[in-house]
């Protein structure tokens, strides 16, 4: 794929020697064993365990560039200097820079069946439609804030965050992490975001299978993304009900770990 620089997105700059000390302490994902060039996603939280930003993160010599929502950066830069205290790390957007798709960037640390990303100079490629954009990544199934959650709305696995590899529960410590690990101890994910397949869906529409169990939350013209409860979901699917969203039939694909995740849920309702 050509290079071409993302909608709405934006590259917060960390440089210096406590870049990587900084974001231990501070966010999801780990940043040990991390090579130079190598993007992972990760995101920072609320202290009850929501989503304030999420990004990916590419590893620089002396420090990393963090491409995340254009109306997310400012705030998470904010709160990013507020932890610094007196840590050798300079924290800035820098609006020469771009985040892209492009043959030369690091693979996308959340699907396989993403582009590869990059950071690129502004203007130094032509800018993705949105539509375009949504095309590629809600059949793949990522969310992306500010169209399918915001700041503080939801939780990591509600974005499927855990099964992206941007959450590090063995870590040391994060913001956040006491509610996360708890939530995951206990097994109460009971909301995730799940590919439907089906034309004419719009965000906002509720998701019916016997019932509400959810809501759209972005789509393109061939796919939808939709916040379901999965509970529902699995006892629906089991009953044999269709899933529909405005009265027309949609199709879920499902992963090999949604597919766990419902099973599991009917098991433990069945010990209930």
């Known amino acids: 794929m050509e290079t071409a620089i993302l909608p709405n997105r934006s590259i917060l700059v960390m440089d210096g020697p406590d870049t990587l000390s900084l974001l231990e302490r501070l966010v999801t994902n780990n940043t040990h064993d991390w090579d130079v060039g190598e993007a992972r996603y990760g995101a920072l939280l609320t202290p009850q365990g929501k989503v304030i930003a999420d990004f990916i993160a590419h590893r620089t010599e002396t420090g ?13 830069a904010k709160r990013l200097k507020m932890f610094r205290l007196r840590a050798k790390v300079e924290i ?5 820079k771009a985040a892209a798709i492009t043959e030369d960037g690091a693979p996308d640390p959340r699907s396989e069946a993403m582009p590869k990303r990059g950071v690129v100079e502004a203007g130094a490629a032509p800018e993705l439609s949105q539509e375009d954009w949504d095309a590629i990544r809600i059949p793949a199934g990522i969310p992306e804030w500010g169209a399918d959650f915001g700041a503080a709305d939801v939780f990591p696995w509600e974005i499927n965050m855990d099964r992206y590899g941007a959450v590090d529960l063995k870590k040391g410590c994060f913001i956040g992490q006491e509610v996360v690990s708890r939530m995951h101890r206990r097994g109460k994910l009971r909301k995730r975001s799940v590919v439907l397949e089906g034309e004419n869906i719009e ?22 993304l939709a916040r379901l409860r999965t509970d529902r979901l699995a006892k629906a699917l089991e009953a044999g009900e ?14 090999g770990w949604l597919k766990e995740e419902l099973a599991a849920s009917l098991s433990d309702a069945g010990a209930d």
Do not use: K, W, Y
């Not at 990393?64 to 998470?76: I, M, Y």
């Not at 800035?92 to 020469?96: A, C, S, T, Y």
């Not at 998701?207 to 393109?220: D, N, R």
């Open 64 to 76: 990393a560039l963090l491409d995340t929502a254009t109306n997310a950066v400012g705030d998470l």
């Open 92 to 96: 800035e957007v820098d609006g020469n």
């Open 203 to 224: 965000p906002g529409q509720e998701v019916m299978a016997g019932g509400s169990i959810g809501e759209v939350t972005s789509a393109c013209p061939t796919h939808a």
């Open 242 to 255: 269709s899933l529909s969203v405005a009265d027309q039939s949609v199709h879920l694909i499902e992963t």
